[in-house]
C-alpha cells in the first residue's frame, strides 16, 4: 500500500471555497429559468393558459416545445423522451414549460398562475401492472447458460419465490443544475453538473439545431452525481441553451430540492420471480429468473441498466445452467435512471434471496450454500466471459479467517440465549462485479496533458471530479509518469473544447479509462524530454530516468532538473502537449446472441455485517460490517477506503430505510427529508473494519489499482439478510420475505407474524 496522497479537493472544500455551478459569478444581466411541470401522471394537454403568468411583471418569456429550433428530443439510447411534453403528459413532474424571469421569487410566482387542463388517462406505477398490459420500453433480454428445464428435473431441492426491491433517491447534496453564456456567433457556453458533458453538448446541439461546435459544456465539480446526472442532468442544461439561444442572454437554473425530487428519475424499483435448483450437495445446478423492472416513462438508461441486472445475476456464484429474463417496463413515474451499482445491485438481490429461501426450507445456514458455490477460476459467466483472477472465495475465507466468523457467530448465539426482547443477527454477502461499460464503444477516453515552459502542468481529461476523487488519481499519475512532485501538476475543468465526445464518468470506470490516457500523454511527453536530456548530459538516452523533479542517469541523481529540461525543449523547438487516446482492449459483447467478454476485469469482495433488533419496537442498529475488499494495487487507499464506505452506507440505507413512495395516481410521496428517512450517523454501522484483499492487481486497471465506485454498495444487501435471521431468532414463525427496505415497520410485523 502506497502512502496516501489527500483528496487535493479537501483544502478548498473544508474552507467552502470549492466551486460549484451555484457559486459561478454571474453576468449582471442573467436571467433565471424555472420549470413548469406536469400536475397529472398521465393525460391529454387540452389546454395550457400562460396569460396570467406572463402578465408578471419581471417575466420575460415562457419557453414551451413551439420554440425549439431543432428538434423537442432528448432520449439517448431511444428517442422517447421529448424536453418539453407537447400534446400529452407521462409522469407527474414532466417538464412542460420553462419560465424565464429576472429573478426566482417571480418565476416561481408566475408557475403558479400557469392554468392547465388535463384529460386524465389511466396511471401504472407498478412493472406488474405494466407487464400485465403489456407496456414495455424496449423488447426484453435474455441470457442463457447450459439448459435450466432439463436440469430442474434432476435437482434434489426446488424452490421458487418472488421479490421487490424499491427505487432510491440519490439525494446528490448539489441538486441538479446549469448556467448557459451566450458567445459570440451563436455558440453558447453551459457549465453543467453533469457525469456526461458530451451528452450534454449533443442534446443541445440536437435541440438548438445547431452543430456541436457551437455548444461548449464545462464541468469543474459535482457535489455528488451517483448515476443520477449520467443522463439527468442533460434536459436542464438544455432548456436554459434554448433560452440563451432565442434571448442572447445568460440563464442559471438551479433546481430546489422539492422540484428536483419531484422531477428527476431514481433508482429502478423490480419485481422479480424465481426458481432455484439444488443438488444433495449443495451445489446450485439450475437458476432462472424473470426481472421487471420499473423504468418508468421513457428510456432513459433502462435497457442498458436491465442488461447489468442479467450480468449480475448470478452474483459471485458459479452456477452451470441459468436462464434469466428482463422486462423494461413502462410505467407513469419519472423515467428511472442509473444509480450506483446500475441495475448490478436489483439482481444481486435476486439470488441471494433465492439462495436464503432455499436455506430456509432445507432448515441450514444461508452461508452453507453460499459457500458450496462461489466462483472459481475458468468459471463460466452466464454470458459467456471465462472468469479469472477470481476472488470471490479467496476474500470468503480471508474474511471469515480475519474478522473470526466463528467467534463472532458464537457470540451472537449467546447473545440471543441470554435475551429475550433483543435479537443479533449475522450475515456473509460476497460481491463480483464486472468493471467496464456494458456498451462495448463506450470503453475509452482521452487526456490533454501541457507541460508549461516554467516545468508546471496542466492536465485535462473526460473524466468529472464527483467527490470519488478521481482528478487527485489523474494527478497521482500525472505526478508518476512524468517524475515530478504533485505541486508541479494542476487538473482542468472538464471541458468538451479540450477532450470531445467523451463517455460520462460512470461504470467506475472513470479512474482507469481516463487514466490510461493521462499515463499515455505523460509517457510520449517523457520519451520527447529524455532526448533532450541525453544530450545534455551527453549520455545514452536509455540511462535516462526522471524522477523528483531531476533526472538520473543511470540511477544516480544527475544536476538537471526538470525544468532545466523543460527550457531547453522549448528552445529546441520540441513540442510539449501532447494530446493521448486509449480505448480499452479484449472487451466485446454481442447483444443478439447475450454472449461475450463484456468486462476487462472483476471486482470482488466479501462483508460480514451484524445488526442488533430492539424486538418489542421493530427498529434496528448496524453493529458493524467487516469487510475483505479487493482494490487491487491501491493507488490512492484513503481515497478508495472512503469509496467503500460510502458505498455500503449507500447500500444498506437502500436496504433499510430508504422508501421511496408514490400514490396510485402517480404522485411522489416520499418528496422531503421527512418522509423518505436516508442513513444519518445513527443508522450507519457502529463499525466499519475494511481489509484490503492480498492480490496481485490487475494490469487492465489504472496503475493496477482497481475500479472502486460502485462494487462495494452491494455489501449493504448484507445488511438486509441479516435483519431477517434476528427476526427469525424471535420469532421461529416468521417466513422469509424479500420486499425491500425492510423499514422498521415491516420488522415489526415479521416480529410477531403468526403461522
Ligand atoms: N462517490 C462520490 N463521492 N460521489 C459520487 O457521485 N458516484 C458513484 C461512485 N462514487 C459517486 C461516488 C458512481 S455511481 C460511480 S459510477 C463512480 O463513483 C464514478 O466514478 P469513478 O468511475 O471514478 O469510480
Ligand atoms: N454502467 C454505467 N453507466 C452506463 C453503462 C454501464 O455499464 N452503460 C452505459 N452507461
Ligand atoms: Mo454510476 S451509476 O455508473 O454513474
Partial sequence: MSKTMKNIDSFTHVRGESIFVDDLITRQDTLIGLVFDSPKAHGKIKEVNYSKAEKVKGVVKIFTYKDILGVNQIGEILPDEPLWAENEVHYWGQPIAFIVAE?????????????????????????????????????????????????????????????????????????????????????????????????????????????????????????????????????????????????????????????????????????????????????????????????????????????????????????????????????????????????????????????????????????????????????????????????????????????????????????????????????????????????????????????????????????????????????????????????????????????????????????DLNGKAVDMACVALIERLRKVAAKMASVDESTIFFKEDYVFVNGEKSEFTWETIVAQAMVERIVLSENAHYATPIVHFDKIKGKGHPFAYHVYGTAITAVTLDCVRGTYEIDFVKIVHDFGKSMNIGIDIGQVEGALVQGIGWMTTEEIAYSSDGRLLSNALSTYKVPDIFSAPKTVEIIPAAVEGNKMAIRKSKAVGEPPLMYGIGAYFAIQQAVKAFNKNYKLKFDSPFTPGKVLTGLYEKN
Fill in 103 to 511: 429573478s426566482e421569487a417571480i418565476a416561481k410566482k408566475a408557475r403558479l398562475l400557469i392554468e392547465i387542463e388535463i384529460e386524465e388517462l389511466p396511471v401504472i406505477t407498478t412493472a406488474i401492472k405494466a407487464k400485465e398490459k403489456k407496456s414495455f420500453i424496449s423488447a426484453p433480454i435474455y441470457f442463457k447458460l447450459g439448459d435450466t428445464a432439463a436440469t430442474f428435473s434432476n435437482c434434489d431441492h426446488v424452490t421458487e419465490g418472488e421479490t421487490f426491491s424499491n427505487g432510491q433517491e440519490h439525494l446528490y447534496l448539489e441538486t441538479q443544475g446549469c448556467y448557459a453564456v451566450p458567445q459570440e456567433n451563436g455558440s453558447i457556453k453551459i457549465t453543467s453538473s453533469t457525469q456526461g458533458p458530451a451528452q450534454v453538448q449533443k442534446a443541445a446541439a440536437r435541440v438548438l439545431g445547431v452543430a456541436m461546435h457551437k455548444i461548449e459544456v464545462d464541468v469543474i465539480r459535482l457535489g455528488g452525481g451517483f448515476g443520477g446526472k449520467e443522463d439527468q442532468a442533460t434536459a436542464w442544461a438544455v432548456m436554459a441553451a434554448v433560452a440563451v439561444q432565442y434571448l442572447n442572454k445568460p440563464i442559471k437554473y438551479i433546481l430546489n430540492r422539492y422540484d428536483d425530487l419531484r422531477m428527476t428519475g431514481k433508482r429502478h424499483p423490480y419485481s422479480s420471480f424465481f426458481k432455484i435448483g439444488l443438488n444433495k450437495d449443495l451445489k446450485i445446478m439450475a437458476f432462472e429468473a424473470e426481472f421487471l423492472q420499473n423504468s418508468g416513462a421513457a428510456a432513459d438508461l433502462s435497457p442498458a441498466i436491465a442488461e447489468r441486472t442479467l450480468f449480475h445475476a448470478t452474483n459471485s456464484y458459479f452456477i452451470p445452467n441459468v436462464s434469466t429474463v428482463v422486462y423494461s417496463c413502462k410505467t407513469n413515474l419519472p423515467p428511472n435512471t442509473a444509480f450506483r451499482g446500475f441495475g448490478g445491485p436489483q439482481g444481486m438481490f435476486v439470488i441471494e434471496s433465492a439462495i436464503a429461501k432455499m436455506a430456509e426450507e432445507m432448515g441450514i445456514d444461508k452461508r452453507k450454500i453460499q459457500e458450496a458455490n462461489l466462483l472459481a477460476e475458468n468459471d463460466e459467466f452466464s454470458y459467456g466471459q471465462i472468469a479469472t483472477k477470481v476472488e470471490a472465495q479467496s476474500t470468503w475465507f480471508s474474511a471469515k479467517e480475519k474478522f473470526e466468523f466463528g467467534k463472532l457467530e458464537k457470540e451472537i448465539f449467546s447473545f440471543n440465549r441470554k435475551n429475550a426482547h433483543f435479537k443479533k443477527g449475522i450475515s456473509l454477502m460476497p460481491i463480483t462485479f464486472g468493471i467496464s461499460f456494458t456498451n462495448t464503444m463506450m470503453n475509452h477516453a482521452r487526456a490533454l496533458v501541457h507541460i508549461y515552459q516554467d516545468g508546471s502542468v496542466g492536465v485535462s481529461t473526460g473524466a468529472v471530479e464527483m467527490g470519488q476523487g478521481v482528478n487527485t488519481k489523474m494527478l497521482q499519475v500525472a505526478q508518476i509518469t512524468l517524475g515530478i512532485s504533485a505541486n508541479k501538476v494542476k487538473l482542468e475543468t472538464t471541458n468538451t473544447t479540450r477532450v470531445a465526445n467523451t463517455s460520462p464518468s460512470a461504470a467506475s470506470v472513470t479512474a
